[in-house]
T-cell receptor, first 119, second 112 residues
């Protein structure tokens, strides 16, 4: 659900290490998930998404894993760099897809995780 | 390609003054539009969303209002600002409700 009023969890890693950021979602009907990266003073940027008919999707240096059994989403960042330092948000769409594949639910954002990469 | 703009980038206003923040989207038609607020060190709070001109849905009761006078323009307003209205205001758009939302650069509002 929305994270108003909560302080964000933090993750600190060394440059070059792999980072894993986790997100738990509550709605088993959610069928679409997104990870965003938000740098200080900027708007969130889309990183990668995944649909519920998949359990893994890879991008450039990032991998998203979806475990529907335990309603868990993770973002893995390989060879983390100082430029990866940011707040990372997961978002879920709990809408119902029609035959055309369009979802009509609203996005619900997780509370966010602060990633700090030390040189 | 689509782009989203917000202005002003920063704003300092006294308590009790009015507010008008503007968001415009280019490169798409009939987008769904959203206003979020983000307090320092916090997550995103959805304030309003709109699926079309003149159609506004409010998510939380508050001192703010939203309007959509044109297809690609979304405005956030207040008649009298409160200290608690300070925050980072983000506008976003999507093709459909529930699909990927793309965010603008945000407006940093400080109410003194």
């Amino acid at each position: 659900g929305e994270s108003v009023g909560l302080h964000l969890p933090t993750l600190s890693v060394q440059e070059g290490d792999n980072s894993i950021i986790n997100c738990a979602y509550s709605n088993s009907a959610s069928d679409y998930f997104i990870w965003y990266k938000q740098e200080s003073g900027k708007g969130p940027q889309f990183i990668i998404d995944i649909r519920s008919n998949m359990d893994k999707r890879q991008g450039q240096r990032v991998t998203v894993l979806l475990n529907k059994t335990v309603k868990h989403l993770s973002l893995q960042i390989a060879a983390t760099q100082p430029g990866d330092s940011a707040v990372y948000f997961c978002a879920e769409n709990s809408g119902v897809s029609n035959a055309g594949g369009t979802s009509y639910g609203k996005l619900t954002f997780g509370q966010g995780t602060i990633l700090t990469v030390h040189p | 390609s689509q782009t989203i703009h917000q202005w002003p980038a920063t704003l300092v206003q006294p308590v009790g003054s009015p507010l008008s923040l503007e968001c415009t989207v280019e490169g798409t038609s009939n987008p769904n539009l959203y206003w979020y607020r983000q307090a320092a060190g916090r997550g995103l709070q959805l304030l309003f969303y709109s699926v079309g001109i003149g159609q506004i849905s409010s998510e939380v009761p508050q001192n703010l209002s939203a309007s959509r006078p044109q297809d690609r323009q979304f405005i956030l307003s207040s008649k009298k600002l409160l200290l608690s209205d300070s925050g980072f205001y983000l506008c976003a758009w999507s093709v459909n409700i529930g699909n990927t939302q793309y965010f603008g650069p945000g407006t940093r509002l400080t109410v003194l």
